[in-house]
């Protein structure tokens, strides 16, 4: 026989089995779920980080440039064969 809450709506329950069923998918989603943005941004750090050795890209200060400065020291800080490596702004 179907049961309703206090509102009128149709409760549904379920078994204990499918209840811990339940639970342990919702909770595997969560975990997958930070564990794939967690790789994301390991990812992300590493290319951010991963440039060109200090002797070989020439050094350059960054001045008076506004947004268009602030994009250009984006680029050149995520790419690692950049011919030049932004020192300051």
Do not use: C, H
């Not at 991963?50 to 602030?70: C, E, N």
């Amino acid at each position: 026989m179907a049961e309703y809450d206090r509102a009128g709506r149709l409760r549904r329950r379920l078994p204990a089995g499918q209840r811990t069923l339940l639970e342990t998918v919702a909770l595997g989603a969560v975990l997958a779920l930070a564990a794939m943005l967690g790789a994301r941004y390991v990812d992300y750090a590493r290319r951010l980080r991963a440039r060109r050795s200090v002797g070989t890209a020439v050094k350059v200060i960054v001045f008076g440039a506004g947004d268009a400065g602030a994009l250009l020291i984006q680029r050149l800080a995520t790419q690692s064969n950049a011919a030049y490596r932004p020192v300051s702004w």
